[in-house]
């Protein structure tokens, strides 16, 4: 398993790509300003695009910032419904995941 210093920088690359595209987005939103009603359209519809970006990249810091606050706390990488532990797995896919396989099986059939 990665040590905690590994995935503590691996989370931590993560937050600062996901910081520029952040700001990426919010430039390219600010930059819009067509006065072409067709162009005007094209824009919108661009900007609904990068709005729905920039909220799941929202959602994936808050989760990495939770994800940094467990290894400052001593339980990253333990399930936080039944504190088994993650897979090495499932961490390497989503290292800022707070459950484990299981857990998020069953929160997945819940809804």
């Given at each position: 398993m990665l040590d905690l210093v590994q995935r503590q920088t691996q989370l931590?690359?993560?937050k600062d790509e996901l910081l520029q595209r952040l700001q990426d987005i919010e430039t390219e939103l600010d930059a819009h300003q067509s006065?072409?009603?067709a162009e005007l359209a094209t824009e919108r519809e661009s900007d609904e695009v990068l709005e729905g970006m920039g909220v799941s990249g929202k959602l994936e810091l808050a989760m990495i910032e939770a994800a940094l606050q467990r290894?400052?706390?001593g339980n990253y990488g333990f399930c936080?419904?039944?504190g088994e532990e993650i897979s090495e797995k499932r961490l390497d896919v989503l290292p800022?995941?707070?459950v484990c396989k299981d857990c998020a099986a069953r929160n997945?059939?819940?809804k």
């Open positions: 931590l690359q993560r006065k072409d009603w290894i400052s706390a936080a419904a039944c800022y995941t707070p997945a059939e819940h």
